[in-house]
């Protein structure tokens, strides 16, 4: 039974936060939204129990394409990382900003990168691309995002600072550019670079939130070294080239770790486990 407790404690969390924003907030949407989530995430868990061929990609799909086409599109919420900003200066405790808080910031405590392994919409489209494990040695342009991170709060702050009219409708065009140009540059590094997570490693400003809060992450992949004989597949298969054989918080590319368990399926001693 021990392989169903990580479904059922991410269906509580998810279950707890739903039903305390929805009396909170005094909004059903709450109780729909984040307990669609927890369902999609716990399902997708239980799946790579049961080792169902693309489980987390299903889940990618279920959560991703749910906030890019409803919140997104049809609800005309920015839920990048502008749209973050926008609720943020004008002191809006909604949809986007609460996102942030529970998916972002705080949440990675709990299950740290798990967003980008299982929930965000630029991602599952790039996890399609060929080339699933990297071909190429890791670069070191990691502070991209650092750059890509600041672009980002400049253009918002900037639309404040000089009192830019309509800018519900400006942010949520800015929303359609921002995952046009998302998709473009991350497909475009993925062949450059042989890697399909380029764009997550090199240029995503939202790691920005999720790298230091991961350092503390609870959920996380651990190591039996007596179990372990050091063939390294789990280092060749990993997406993100983290060091799995290394249960230290400071191993290498240790708060890049997505929980995409492909390190887990691929060790032939079972060395490897949540």
Same mark, same amino acid.
């Given at each position: 039974?021990?392989?169903?407790?990580?479904?059922?404690?991410?269906?509580?969390?998810?279950?707890?936060?739903?039903?305390?924003?929805?009396?909170?907030?005094?909004?059903?949407?709450?109780?729909?939204? $984040? &307990?669609?989530?927890?369902?999609?995430?716990?399902?997708?868990?239980?799946?790579?129990?049961?080792?169902?061929?693309?489980?987390?990609?299903?889940? @990618? $799909?279920?959560?991703?394409?749910?906030?890019?086409?409803?919140?997104? $599109?049809? &609800?005309?919420?920015?839920?990048?990382?502008?749209?973050?900003?926008?609720?943020? !200066?004008?002191?809006?405790?909604?949809?986007?900003?609460?996102?942030?808080?529970?998916?972002?910031?705080?949440? #990675?405590?709990?299950?740290?990168?798990?967003? /980008?392994?299982?929930?965000?919409?630029?991602?599952?489209?790039?996890?399609? +691309?060929?080339?699933?494990? #990297? @071909?190429?040695?890791?670069?070191?342009?990691?502070?991209?995002?650092?750059?890509?991170?600041?672009?980002? $709060?400049?253009?918002?702050?900037?639309? !404040?600072?000089? @009192?830019?009219? =309509?800018?519900?409708?400006?942010?949520?065009?800015?929303?359609?550019?921002? =995952?046009?140009?998302?998709?473009?540059?991350?497909?475009? +590094?993925?062949?450059? /670079?042989?890697?399909?997570?380029?764009?997550?490693?090199?240029?995503?400003?939202?790691?920005?939130?999720?790298?230091?809060? &991961?350092? !503390?992450? %609870?959920?996380?992949?651990?190591?039996?070294?007596?179990?372990?004989?050091?063939?390294?597949? /789990?280092?060749?298969?990993?997406?993100?080239?983290?060091?799995?054989?290394?249960?230290?918080?400071?191993?290498?590319?240790?708060?890049?770790?997505?929980?995409? %368990?492909?390190?887990?399926?691929?060790?032939?001693?079972?060395?490897?486990?949540?």
């Amino acid at each position: 039974m021990k392989k169903y407790v990580l479904p059922t404690i991410m269906l509580i969390i998810f279950e707890a936060i739903a039903v305390t924003l929805w009396l909170t907030k005094d909004d059903i949407f709450y109780l729909f939204n $984040f &307990s669609y989530i927890g369902i999609s995430i716990s399902l997708g868990l239980f799946l790579l129990t049961k080792k169902v061929k693309n489980a987390r990609r299903i889940v @990618q $799909f279920l959560v991703g394409t749910y906030m890019l086409v409803y919140l997104g $599109f049809m &609800s005309n919420e920015n839920m990048q990382i502008e749209g973050f900003w926008y609720y943020l !200066f004008m002191g809006v405790f909604e949809a986007a900003t609460i996102h942030y808080a529970v998916a972002k910031i705080f949440g #990675p405590l709990v299950f740290g990168r798990g967003w /980008c392994g299982y929930a965000c919409w630029t991602a599952m489209i790039l996890d399609l +691309l060929p080339y699933k494990t #990297p @071909q190429e040695p890791r670069k070191k342009l990691g502070f991209i995002r650092y750059i890509t991170f600041v672009i980002s $709060f400049v253009f918002v702050s900037s639309l !404040f600072l000089m @009192q830019i009219g =309509n800018l519900e409708k400006i942010m949520f065009w800015s929303f359609l550019i921002g =995952n046009i140009l998302y998709y473009a540059v991350g497909i475009t +590094l993925a062949y450059i /670079c042989k890697d399909n997570r380029a764009f997550c490693k090199y240029i995503c400003p939202i790691t920005v939130f999720l790298k230091p809060m &991961s350092y !503390f992450s %609870m959920v996380r992949v651990k190591c039996d070294k007596e179990k372990c004989v050091s063939c390294n597949k /789990c280092k060749r298969v990993c997406p993100m080239n983290v060091d799995m054989t290394d249960n230290t918080r400071k191993r290498a590319n240790g708060t890049e770790c997505i929980l995409c %368990m492909e390190c887990i399926d691929k060790c032939p001693k079972d060395a490897l486990r949540l």
